[in-house]
């Protein structure tokens, strides 16, 4: 298969020449790279030159951030090739600047495909580790419940490690551009419900190794931004599959920023009783607590009902009782 990576980058000099290395040194015979800098005023854009032979394409212009960057190559994949379903045996990822790929990567990768040629997602898996001191914080693949709604609401997106088809990501528009943070996740929650995880394969393969620093967007106050852009997506899940309202008003009060935008989300595989059970056990004590016990005993009649009850037998009792 050919196998697309695209790289984004800014301002990552003291990375981006191992992240460079590790994927032209695949040697990888169907390779096509793409490097989308953000105008990088460090040494990143000396470092692209020397590699420039072995591009497919790259750029340095200023850009809104880091999924415009992986929206631009992908753009250019789109716009320079033919991508078919019925003929294309394509699969794209990005890996970004400050990660690298496990040698053999995308040869494993390769073979997995070759084995299950009409999956739509690949799944191998991703080595975190602190830049400072080398410690592995912990290895892992992408996380697979009983049904799309499961995994999409215990979401362990592991995106270094993850390989889409081409005409999958041309479907789905590429990633999230009004989010900062959790694009990746936002892109496997849209596929999950317009296409389900009949067509995901996870491979037993290490891919991808995730660098954790200080200069990550993740950490510190973007932590706190992460898990809010994360909420803000379950919010708007619950306006579009009609979450009854008196839960809805919980799970307003979780998400702070209305920015999110939606983006061409189709609700096949969405099992909206299932969905609005989880958040109906989630708030059963809260709605007990601020004294809607009506709503509260509703809450987890719809949460028995799914299977989806996880509250203690005595507050059950409890709430039930009054």
């Not at 790279?33 to 420039?52: L, Q, R």
């Not at 799309?148 to 270094?160: D, E, G, R």
């Not at 009949?198 to 954790?212: E, G, P, W, Y």
């Amino acid at each position: 298969p050919k196998i697309t990576i695209i790289t984004p980058s800014y301002n990552q000099g003291q990375y981006i020449e191992q992240t460079i290395r590790s994927i032209i040194d695949q040697g990888y015979p169907n390779l096509e790279y793409i490097i989308i800098d953000g105008e990088s005023t460090d040494n990143t854009v000396e470092i692209i030159k020397k590699y420039a032979d072995k591009l497919a394409f790259w750029v340095s212009e200023p850009d809104r951030g880091q999924a415009h960057a992986i929206n631009k190559g992908l753009n250019w994949v789109f716009s320079n090739q033919q991508i078919n379903k019925s003929t294309d045996n394509h699969l794209i990822n990005w890996i970004n600047s400050d990660d690298y790929l496990e040698p053999g990567a995308l040869n494993a990768l390769a073979k997995a495909y070759q084995k299950h040629p009409t999956k739509e997602v690949f799944c191998g898996y991703t080595h975190c580790f602190w830049e400072e001191t080398g410690i592995t914080s912990h290895t892992y693949r992408m996380g697979l419940k009983k049904s799309a709604t499961k995994t999409l609401l215990n979401i362990k997106m592991n995106q270094p490690g993850t390989y889409y088809r081409a005409d999958i990501l041309q479907q789905l528009g590429g990633v999230n551009e009004s989010l900062r943070y959790v694009f990746d996740n936002e892109l496997w929650m849209r596929y999950l419900c317009q296409f389900g995880q009949k067509n995901v394969i996870l491979i037993k393969d290490l891919l991808a190794h995730f660098r954790q620093h200080g200069g990550s967007k993740s950490f510190g106050e973007g932590f706190a931004a992460f898990n809010n852009e994360q909420q803000t997506i379950l919010k708007f899940l619950c306006i579009q599959t009609e979450l009854p309202e008196f839960l809805q008003e919980y799970v307003n009060r979780d998400s702070t920023d209305s920015k999110y935008l939606s983006k061409g989300w189709q609700f096949n595989y969405l099992n909206r009783k299932a969905f609005h059970a989880f958040f109906a056990n989630k708030y059963a004590v809260s709605l007990y607590n601020d004294g809607l016990k009506k709503e509260s005993k509703k809450a987890i009649g719809l949460a028995f009902n799914q299977f989806q009850l996880s509250l203690s037998r005595r507050t059950i009792s409890l709430i039930l009782k009054r």
